[in-house]
């Protein structure tokens, strides 16, 4: 169902983490052949939102996040540039504070001949109470553990610029958007613990949420395009991380994701 139906089920100050990649506010063609996509392996449906409309559209949901939230919760968006300001505004207008602004620089972008090529997305780290919210510093990293230049590791992981690759699916059932798993696991890992609740309004390929089974964290999820919703929860029940076309082979299994 449409999140902003969904969570009037769920309690005042009951979610610990959402982590959410909110659709975007362009002409995005789902099966574009951009990054070597195949066509035929793309699920259809992606929900657009009109660039007038997107920032109605953000606080709307914004509002329900920020009532649902504890006081020890805190919030990742991911935005592209287009609709940032939007995005921006609706986080100062709903009352969240802004802890970080966070940069994912990705391997590649679209090749253009005009202007600069877009290879970044935005991540705003926000929360309902800066001194009540949790944070893992040394989850990741031990205080001292340094690399082999003598550089602090934990710093390194904690500055504000994250380069992670995007995943290649080869030969798999996807999404037109999926964020990488090993940038939903460090979310997890800095802003969350086991047994946590965490919340993606947004669901699409189901990341988030496969990313929480997989760290023992309890999740909860809302997408409005059955495909989607049906492609996700085929995920979670049969175990598996990528859904292999069956002209290809097997599927990777969420245990075989967390080995490799």
């Not at 769920?10 to 959402?18: A, C, T």
């Not at 990313?211 to 598996?240: H, P, Q, T, W």
């Amino acid at each position: 169902m449409d999140c902003l139906e969904g969570m009037k089920y769920i309690d005042d100050n009951s979610i610990d983490l959402v982590i959410t990649d909110p659709p975007f506010a362009i002409d995005f063609k789902a099966k574009k052949g951009n990054y070597h996509r195949t066509k035929s392996r793309v699920l259809e449906g992606y929900n657009e939102i009109p660039k007038e409309s997107y920032y109605e559209f953000s606080i709307n949901w914004m509002k329900e996040i920020y009532r649902i939230l504890k006081e020890s919760g805190s919030m990742y968006v991911f935005s592209g540039w287009n609709n940032l300001k939007d995005i921006l505004n609706a986080i100062d207008d709903t009352g969240f504070v802004t802890v970080n602004h966070i940069i994912w620089k990705y391997q590649f972008g679209v090749v253009t001949t005009r202007k600069y090529v877009t290879s970044h997305y935005h991540c705003l780290y926000v929360c309902k109470n800066d001194k009540k919210r949790k944070f893992f510093p040394y989850a990741r990293f031990g205080k001292n553990e340094k690399d082999q230049d003598n550089h602090s590791l934990h710093y390194k992981d904690k500055e504000d610029v994250w380069i992670i690759d995007r995943e290649y699916w080869n030969g798999d059932i996807k999404t037109p958007t999926k964020l990488p798993l090993e940038l939903v696991k460090k979310i997890l890992q800095y802003s969350s613990e086991r047994g946590d609740i965490v919340l993606d309004p947004f669901l699409g390929s189901g990341q988030v949420i496969i990313a929480s089974k997989m760290m023992e964290r309890k999740y909860i999820g809302f997408e409005i395009v059955e495909d989607y919703y049906r492609f996700c929860k085929e995920r979670l029940e049969s175990g598996n991380y990528r859904i292999k076309d069956k002209k290809i082979g097997d599927a990777l299994t969420l245990f075989d994701t967390e080995r490799n």
